[in-house]
């Protein structure tokens, strides 16, 4: 079945550490997403992609960096950068000819610093 | 600026009764998209409903139905006969100009009690 997986599910990084949160998606999407969920807010948008070797800053880029070597693909390294890390991390992507419509998510990456 | 406002953090609803969940929005786009989450404690989003703003008809989908009132800047999630399934947070979601991105608001914790 088509869909997107993160992983790990469950991730601890000691203060100072960069870690990275793998997306993988088998939906021929072209635009994948990073989006951060902290408790009683929405998602808010850190990066995005629409294009292989091509990303976009979202609204809270700093503190992160991504990668889109292969259009499958969309991992997101939380940096030492980052002064408040720990939060859910769902990663998104659609097929542009969609428009918003066809969002999927994942199933989401709870990181935290320990 | 464009946003989204729930205004409710948490509802609850007797098994098979109908709820409303509110949700409002800012954006001086003339084109643009609404959509309904499902966010259950797994944490995966799950897509529910998604009214264009040249849609006529409020949009429907099984048990849920999207009430737009375009000149008020409503959006809300009409949910009937609730089932205790229905027990999760739900976020509404703007994409501006139909584009690939969402805004998404805080979120409604709905609590369904047999």
């Known amino acids: ?114 | 600026a464009q946003k989204i406002t729930q205004t409710q953090p948490g509802m609850f609803v007797q098994e098979k009764e109908a709820v409303t969940l509110d949700c409002t929005y800012d954006t001086s786009d003339p084109s643009y998209g609404l959509f309904w989450y499902k966010q259950p404690s797994s944490g995966e989003m799950i897509f529910l409903i998604y009214q264009g703003s040249y849609d006529q008809q409020n949009a429907t989908e099984g048990r849920y139905s999207l009430n737009f009132q375009k000149a008020r800047k409503s959006a809300n999630l009409v949910i009937s006969a609730s089932q205790l399934g229905d027990s999760a947070m739900y976020f509404c979601a703007m994409s501006p100009r139909n584009t690939d991105k969402l805004i998404f608001g805080t979120g409604t914790r709905l609590q369904v009690f047999p």
């Open chain 1, 1 to 114: 079945d088509g869909g997107i997986t993160q992983s790990p599910k469950y991730l601890f990084r000691k203060e100072g550490q960069n870690v990275t949160l793998s997306c993988e998606q088998n939906l021929n999407h072209d635009a994948m997403y990073w989006y951060r969920q902290d408790p009683g807010q929405g998602l808010r948008l850190i990066y995005y992609s629409q294009i292989v070797n091509d990303f976009q800053k979202g609204d809270i880029a700093e503190g992160y960096s991504v990668s889109r070597e292969k259009k499958e693909s969309f991992p997101l390294t939380v940096t030492s950068a980052q002064k408040n890390p720990t939060a859910f991390y769902l990663c998104a992507s659609i097929s542009l000819r969609a428009g918003g419509k066809g969002y999927t998510f994942g199933s989401g990456t709870r990181l935290t610093v320990v």
